[in-house]
């Protein structure tokens, strides 16, 4: 490709509405133009990384043995009432109405369409297992779209959806599918993460997220220095610290004035916060007899609420209860709450229950209590694993130390099991005759995320570092003056030609531009190698190559350079 | 691939749905589902086939010039605002509301989105000549879709958008994509041919659409038999057909009861059909000021309502007189109205005034003259070309004589002007220094119509016969009992993996079928060569190839046949 027959749009200035680097850069490198919120128009250099990727997450798919097709982007509303999500989805499903003021819906995603295909399609258990993937546009009507194409509303996404007689073949796909999502972040050259996640409203039991690891990452991940485990912090699993052991201390009354905090506690009686626990109160379960539940975390910890909404007593979504209310039940505000003697349900955090002599609210305004002590002080309780964990907690699989990383989630991965299949009825005929619902798995990739994950991982302050695996351009040739040198001109466009007989990608900066703006361009957009071809080098027979990644500069035969290309990585 | 590890889905009996053979055949052979009216499901089978002619599409948009980029399938209704097309495009436009309430539209096309970019990113008429082209999900709310994905509301459209400083420049790019639109379809191997074409509601001078030839196509094309000349049979010119002359015969009053039709009027006058001349009376334009204008034309000729709607007096879209009104107005009703002594202004189409001593209604009811005359009987008309073309007409550039087929319209160019660079202000600074508008084309083909096309073009009783180009898979192994031959299955095996290595598209059929399920399956596909491989041919060291389309079988050596596939067309 020349730059005098391409849009090359590349921008001097940051535009002020890109917040995060790679929406930055990628406006800047001429990748990317916002049409509306949430919706982007893909200029070439850009629709040329998305094309790389989408092909690498294809080529892996079908490795994977999944099977290509398309669904259409609409899709009709009594789909989405026979799985029952046209009530649970919120307003990020677009619905719209036909001309005929038939309902249908711009597909966020394809459970319904799937299933009801293979119902219709699928009879026998011969015909199983069956793992069916698109790349396709998809549309989530965001409330707040953000970061360019990292959170916009319309997207290119790779979904795929595997069926199954039992829960064993689900569960081998599903490890082939894992494998595959390695695979394509690899092969791309990402620093990633598998975690462990939340099936959240998509359903299922088992679900693991994909991360690249970026420090403008939306999401906190947790990980094991020494071992593979890794989760997103809402669901990493937090070990106790420490046994469980009885105190000495004696339990002590203590007035505590204008101490309305875990911190302006530990400061009034001279102790370690993680001395002392913190009382939160939740509302309970609509089918439990309480109304409140109580929380008690270390009082340097803080409360997951992922973890805190399936435990049964809990009301799910969590919510905090009201002062007042608190107030009218209990006698007591919040900064004075305690376990002891309280009277509604206690769960107690593991770590929460290592501490003794530990200082805590007294239940009374202004009162704490110091040397308080489980079982002895307080009689009943549950303990369960609420709270986040921190940097430096074990790791949950018993090896080595948990570290706190920033991550953007570009892949999610669930078994879903019969959930759909029992609501839309799709089922086979087993081995034995009888109809058996199948178990369902689905796998997502966000191909237009990838490319501003990569971003947010590879670029400096001159621009873009990408991969060669999905760079726009292998290589670019630039030629210093070419308008004035017919030396210049002549091998630049010798070698142009011989670079695209072999097959590589290339571009020709052929614009009458001066040096720099060419190599400020090029280094904005982050093709991996530059060719900068001067008078004064091929005096002396000699081309300088450049790479982008370490700035490092080479300086070649012009007879060795095609060889030299051929083989860079 | 492996059949058994695929989605064949192929169905053996004709779905009463569908009324075209392509329909038919595309649900039979297992390559789409129907989701809901006018959308469709691409299973693998017809994946394949639509990414091999999206492929070749893209090659030649490249080889054209054009630049791929990727615009949102929904856009912002202020932009349709803009281009009035808001209020112009109907209810195929599907209008959809956000969750914040804003208007915005499901893309049929995108003339206003790549004007908006191109206004914001060209500022200089050296970045011109510009073309832009996507391949991309349109979606089109059709009244009544049909025939399949041959006339579906989602589809796959390639559309491309050119911009220049001047008509010529124009030119020369739409010259460009015409030839470039009859290389996809030569590569295709498509019988095609680009005609003369309206251009409608999308605007502009010059427009030009490409047919694939089939008899059930819903457009009629008129073309030469003795040169390129071809054309819409809605734009073809239709040239008088013989010599203006004065006639003889004396204008004779007749009495015609109960003839109301033409065929009626020669049978009880014992004349040719060919003598008399028809008139028909539609609305006039607003702005004249009469309320209906007359049309004449020979008997046996057609009115052609596009070519009338051009006219200067004549309303548009064309409007028929009602005949009360009509009555009202000329004392007369519809079955014998005549150019003698009419009251509003004639309009005589050219071959109708060829004819001399003609037959015509008389204005009086049940009254007809005979031995009538243009000019001596007629004083005051026009003379104008408004009639359809029909099979034996002189070819318009005077080369030949026109027949007419039927043809699936596949492509549409169109030399827009500045129809939508005003409406936007789109435009550059000149080489002297002024701001001019830009002078656009566009360029679409119907990448998922063409499949049908093909098929409706390449089919026999046993299914589909694919060109090469764009066939599912290049070859099948076809092996016969290979669950009891081990030999069978071990050439087989081997023949599948060699073909694999080497890049063959090659399927694999391994079910445990009987060998005339397996044939069956394969000639309704329409994979264009099988090669069988039984035990009794191997004992002779040869395996059997055959040719889908010519039938013909083959027989080899085992250790020629990987070379021969090879080099097969």
């Known amino acids: ?155 290119i996404m790779k979904d795929a959806y595997s069926f199954h007689i039992d829960a064993q073949s689900l569960d081998q796909t599903y490890q082939r599918m ?116 109580a929380l008690v975390l270390r009082g340097d910890h803080s409360l997951n609420s992922i973890k805190v909404e399936k435990l049964a007593l809990i009301a799910s979504p969590l919510q905090m209860a009201d002062e007042a209310a608190v107030k009218a039940k209990l006698y007591c505000g919040f900064g004075s709450l305690g376990p002891v003697g309280l009277s509604i349900p206690v769960i107690v955090d593991r770590s929460a229950e290592t501490v003794a002599d530990f200082i805590c609210g007294a239940n009374t305004e202004a009162q704490h209590f110091t040397g308080a002590n489980w079982q002895r002080d307080v009689k009943t309780y549950v303990v369960e694993d609420i709270r986040d964990v921190v940097a430096g907690d074990p790791s949950p699989d018993g090896n080595g130390t948990l570290a706190i990383t920033k991550g953007i989630e570009v892949g999610h991965i669930f078994q879903l099991g019969d959930k759909y299949s029992k609501a839309m009825n799709c089922g086979v005929l087993t081995e034995t005759g009888k109809h058996d619902l199948l178990q369902m798995g689905c796998y997502g990739i966000g191909v237009t995320r990838i490319v501003a994950a990569a971003i947010e991982q590879h670029n400096d302050k001159f621009g873009i570092i990408w991969p060669q695996s999905i760079a726009p351009f292998s290589v670019v040739i630039i030629p210093m003056n070419m ?18 007989d072999v097959g590589v990608d290339v571009l020709f900066d052929d614009r009458k531009e001066r040096p720099g703006v060419m190599f400020n361009d090029m280094e904005l957009i982050g093709i991996p190698y530059s060719v900068v071809i001067g008078e004064r080098n091929l005096d002396n027979q000699q081309i300088e190559i450049k790479n982008r990644k370490s700035g490092e500069k080479t300086l070649l035969e012009v007879d060795n350079l095609l060889e030299y290309i051929k083989n860079l990585g």
Chains 1, 2 share one sequence.
């Open 483 to 500: 308008h004035k040198s017919a030396l210049v001109k002549e091998v630049a466009e010798k070698l142009y030609k011989d670079l695209c």
């Open 1 to 155: 490709m020349r730059t005098s027959q391409y849009l090359l749009a590349t921008q001097k200035e940051t535009p002020a509405e890109a917040e995060v680097i790679s929406h930055q850069l990628m406006l800047r490198a001429g990748m990317v133009r916002k049409l509306a919120s949430g919706l982007y128009t893909w200029l070439p250099t850009g629709l040329r990384v998305l094309n790389k990727v989408a092909a690498i997450v294809r080529d892996e798919m079908n490795k994977a043995g999944a099977i290509e097709i398309s669904m259409p982007v609409v899709q009709p509303g009594d789909l989405w009432v026979e799985s029952g999500r046209w009530d649970d989805y919120g307003p990020e499903l677009l619905r719209i109405k036909d001309r005929h003021n038939r309902d249908f819906v711009l597909g966020p995603t394809h459970e319904e369409v799937v299933t009801s295909l293979v119902k219709n399609e699928i009879s026998s258990y011969k015909q199983l297992p069956l793992n069916l993937y698109q790349i396709q546009t998809k549309f989530r009507d965001e409330v707040r779209p953000r970061f360019g194409i990292m959170r916009s509303r319309e997207f």
């Open 178 to 293: 894992h494998q595959a999502y390695c695979n394509v972040f690899e092969r791309i050259g990402l620093s990633y993460r598998p975690v462990i996640a939340d099936s959240g409203s998509i359903g299922g039991a088992v679900s693991h997220e994909f991360h690249v690891l970026a420090d403008s990452g939306e999401d906190d991940i947790a990980y094991s220095d020494a071992s593979d485990y890794a989760a997103n912090v809402e669901l990493a699993e937090a070990i106790a610290l420490g046994q469980v052991r009885a105190g000495s201390a004696q339990l002590t009354l203590v007035d505590t004035p204008g101490a309305k905090t875990i911190q302006a506690i530990a400061t009034l009686l001279k102790c370690d916060v993680k001395q002392t626990v913190k009382t939160l109160i939740v509302k309970a379960d609509e089918t439990s007899e309480h109304e409140f539940v």
